[in-house]
């Protein structure tokens, strides 16, 4: 099987799943993506962190729920950079709050009651992860208010 060229190649392995990080010039644009490995290849396909947690040993749950929280505050420092600096409705905070909110969405999604991640971590990194969830949540509505991203005709609501 040829290497997908669409596919970014993750920057670390371990296991069957990587988390890739976008280089510093796309980091605006894209966001880190959990890659499941195929093969012996540098191809991979993207998956959630739910999907990781599913396919890899329970043993090592908390360390993914780790890993993608590191990743959401390295993109939350991010979007603190660009709420400073950009203006209300500059499209670099639209990706950069559309890719914020959809990866917190990720790890609040599997320390829900009763998913995976909800017993597999001990209370500090959930509190932990749990406040990183707030503030991305935050911050990512900091860069979508007031976008082209809006329709016209419900801006002034």
């Given amino acids: 099987m040829a290497e997908n060229p669409w596919v970014p190649t993750p920057k670390r392995s371990s296991s069957q799943h990587d988390l890739w990080f976008p280089e510093p010039s796309e980091a605006l644009t ?12 540098a191809d991979g396909q993207a998956v959630t962190l739910g999907m990781v947690l599913e396919e890899e040993p329970a ?3 908390e360390d993914r729920i780790g890993d993608h929280r590191q990743a959401l505050e390295a993109m939350i420092e991010l979007s603190e950079v660009v709420l400073g ?5 500059a ?8 890719n ?14 009763g998913e995976l991640g909800s017993t597999s971590i001990d209370l500090p990194l959930r509190r932990a992860c749990l406040e990183s969830i707030a503030v991305a949540t935050l911050n990512a509505a900091g860069c979508l ?4 991203w809006v329709r016209p005709q419900d801006a002034g609501r």
Wanted: aromatic share 8%.
């Fill in 85 to 89: 600096s950009t203006p209300i409705g």
């Fill in 59 to 61: 043993s090592r749950r």
């Fill in 30 to 41: 894209r966001a880190p993506t959990w890659l499941r490995r195929i093969g012996k290849t």
């Fill in 145 to 148: 208010v007031g976008g082209e």
């Fill in 100 to 113: 914020l909110l959809m990866f917190a969405g990720e790890l609040a999604s599997v320390l829900a009651f």
């Fill in 91 to 98: 499209p670099a905070r639209g990706s950069v709050g559309f």
